[in-house]
C-alpha cells in the first residue's frame, strides 16, 4: 500500500486566495484525520470523519476552513479566504477504527 | 495546563546512551501512542499501548494506567533515533498531543 497520500507537498498562495488540500487515505481505514502543526501549538486536530461522516469539527478554527469527505477514498481540507496566520503544515491521517494511524507527509503551506 | 505533558523539551545525548522520555496525561484515554517526527517532517506511529509494555527493537514504551504516566525509553541510542518524540493519548475517539520531545544524539 502506498500509504496515505497528500497533495500537494507544497503550496505557496497569496492572503485572500482559496487553498484546496487534498488527502487519500489507506484503502479499508475508515477514520480520516486532518492536523495541522505549528511552531507555536504543535500538533491540533482539526477534523475527523469515521465512515465518511465528519464525527467533531471542533478543531476547525473558524468558517474559512471546511473539510469534506465524498468517499471513503478522498477527502479536501478548503480554506477561503486564506489568511497568513493560516501557515503550517497539514496533516492526514488515517486508521481503522482506533488502531494506530498512518500519516501522509503532509502539506506545508504559506500563505503570504 | 495542558492535558498531556512532556518531558523533557529538549534533550542532547551522546550516542550510546540510554534515553527516557516522560509524558503525564490528565484525562481519561483509551489508548496512548507514541509518535516519531524526523526533521524532514514526516510523522510515524512508533507504539499504541494502553497497558503494560511494549518493545520494539532498542525501543520499549511502558505506561502506567493508574498514574496517568507513559515513558518511551530508547536503548544504545544512535544518532539516527534524533527526531521529534510526540507522545498523544486518544480520548473519546480524538487524539490529544503533547508538545513533544527534541532528541539530538550526537556521534
Known amino acids: 500500500d502506498a500509504g496515505v497520500i497528500q497533495s500537494p507537498r507544497h503550496e505557496v498562495t497569496e492572503m485572500g486566495q482559496e487553498v484546496t488540500l487534498r488527502c487519500k487515505p489507506i484503502?479499508?481505514?475508515?477514520?480520516l484525520f486532518w492536523y495541522r502543526q505549528t511552531m507555536m501549538r504543535g500538533l491540533e486536530l482539526l477534523i475527523y470523519?469515521?465512515?465518511?461522516?465528519?464525527?467533531?469539527d471542533s478543531g476547525m478554527p473558524e468558517d474559512r476552513f471546511s473539510a469534506k469527505m465524498p468517499n471513503a477514498s478522498f477527502s479536501t481540507l478548503k480554506i477561503q479566504p486564506s489568511e497568513p496566520r493560516d501557515s503550517a503544515v497539514y496533516f492526514c491521517?488515517?486508521?481503522?477504527?482506533?488502531?494506530?494511524?498512518?500519516f501522509g507527509s503532509g502539506t506545508r503551506l504559506t500563505v503570504v | 495546563k495542558n492535558e498531556v505533558e512532556q518531558s523533557p523539551q529538549n534533550l542532547t545525548a551522546q550516542e550510546g546512551e540510554f534515553i527516557t522520555i516522560n509524558c503525564s496525561y490528565s484525562?481519561?484515554?483509551?489508548?496512548l501512542h507514541w509518535l516519531q517526527q524526523h526533521p524532514g517532517g514526516g510523522i510515524v506511529s512508533l507504539f499504541m499501548?494502553?497497558?503494560g509494555k511494549k518493545k520494539h527493537g532498542r525501543l520499549i514504551a511502558t505506561i502506567n494506567i493508574q498514574e496517568k504516566h507513559s515513558s518511551l525509553h530508547i536503548t544504545a541510542s544512535h544518532p539516527r533515533d534524533s527526531a521529534v518524540y510526540i507522545c498523544?493519548?486518544?480520548?473519546?475517539?480524538?487524539?490529544?498531543f503533547g508538545t513533544g520531545t527534541r532528541l539530538q544524539v550526537f556521534p
Open positions: 499501548l494502553s497497558s
Open positions: 484503502s479499508g481505514h475508515n477514520s
Open positions: 498523544a493519548v486518544y480520548n473519546t475517539d480524538k487524539l490529544i
Open positions: 470523519f469515521n465512515n465518511n461522516v465528519p464525527i467533531d
Open positions: 491521517a488515517s486508521s481503522l477504527s482506533r488502531a494506530r494511524p498512518s
Open positions: 484525562v481519561g484515554i483509551s489508548a
